[in-house]
Nanobody, 114 residues
Framework: VQLQAFGGGLVQPGGSLRLSCAASGSIFNINAMGWYRQAPGKQRELVAAISRGGSTYYADSVKGRFTGSRDNAKNTVYLQMNNLKPEDTAVYYC?????????WGQGTLVTVSS
């Protein structure tokens, strides 16, 4: 399954963005989908995961601000990001969490700046 994230852009601190991820095939049987990010000079990190049943995991740095969801019927994964901070600036990727990711798409750039 190929995954393409989009919806990034430039937003002011405190603003919101909604990222979407379109899958080329079915995600129904994928145990957990997730959103990762990589800031300049830093390692890629998992920020949100959504299980097939709808359970979620969030990194402490985004907890209470980001909400992940998935629509298995549409083969799409979403990340609603609220109260964005400059430290959220990164390239955001969607990928599998379980099973572990193997191939990475291009990602979408989110820049939080005034």
């Amino acid at each position: 399954v190929q995954l393409q994230a989009f919806g990034g852009g430039l937003v002011q601190p405190g603003g919101s963005l909604r990222l979407s991820c379109a899958a080329s095939g079915s995600i129904f049987n994928i145990n957990a989908m997730g959103w990762y990010r990589q800031a300049p000079g830093k390692q890629r990190e998992l920020v949100a995961a959504i299980s097939r049943g709808g359970s979620t995991y969030y990194a402490d740095s985004v907890k209470g601000r980001f909400t992940g969801s998935r629509d298995n019927a549409k083969n799409t994964v979403y990340l609603q990001m609220n109260n964005l901070k400059p430290e959220d600036t990164a390239v955001y990727y969607c990928n599998t969490v379980s099973p572990p990711p193997t191939v990475w798409g291009q990602g979408t750039l989110v820049t939080v700046s005034s």
